[in-house]
Structure formats: C-alpha cells, structure tokens
C-alpha cells in the first residue's frame, strides 16, 4: 500500500520561509519524478515544480529563485524549501510521486502566507 504523507505547512508572514516534507512508502520511490502541486479554492490544482530520478529539476516561473525541490533516496522524502514567500503563494500544496501513468498523491497540506 502506498503512503504519501506532508507535513510542514503552516501559517508564515510575507517574506518569512517555509519547509515542507513529504515521505513517501509503499514505492520504489528512487525511479519516481517527485512534484509539488498547489491549489487555491476556484482554480485548478497547478504543478509548480519536479525533480526526477536523476535529480533534474524545473521550477515554474512564479516560485523560481524562492522554492527550492530537493530528495532524499535514503528516507523516501522529498522537501520543498520555500523562501521570500508572498500572499499568492497562500495555497494548498500536494506532494504527488509519478512515473508513466501512475500517480501517488498526498492529502494536501496547508500554507497561508499572511501578516
């Protein structure tokens, strides 16, 4: 059975920084393109960025230069550090594993970004 599990989020004013984790079990989590998503009510759920197997990694131009995606093959972990934050980074941001057509998603954790 695969588990994925956030934990990190919180409430963070404007400019302070933010460090998300996600475990994952249950997959051979080394071979999986790890994301993290973001969702705000009314509006799709957005991938932002990825690092893949090889450590690649892409970042969309709204949180380049602040987020930083990183993994952990050795504890099944993927970490987003998140930086110089704004209000519009306020979201629900989900930890999802991917490899061809499978999906593993996590619950969803929540990060306001508010003074």
């Known amino acids: 059975q695969v588990q994925v599990v956030e934990s990190g989020g919180g409430l963070v004013h404007p400019g302070g920084s933010l460090r998300l984790s996600c475990v994952i079990s249950?997959?051979?989590?080394?071979?999986?393109?790890m994301e993290w998503h973001r969702q705000v009510p009314v509006k799709q759920r957005e991938l932002f960025t990825f690092?893949?197997?090889?450590?690649?990694?892409e970042y969309d131009a709204s949180v380049k230069g602040r987020f930083t995606i990183s993994r952990d093959n050795d504890k099944n972990t993927v970490y987003l550090e998140m930086n110089r934050l704004k209000p519009e980074d306020t979201a629900v941001y989900y930890c999802?594993?991917?490899?061809?057509?499978?999906?593993?998603w996590g619950q969803g954790i929540p990060v306001t970004v508010s003074s």
């Open positions: 999802a594993a991917h490899l061809a057509s499978e999906y593993y």
């Open positions: 249950g997959i051979h989590f080394d071979i999986f393109t």
């Open positions: 690092i893949d197997a090889s450590s690649k990694t």
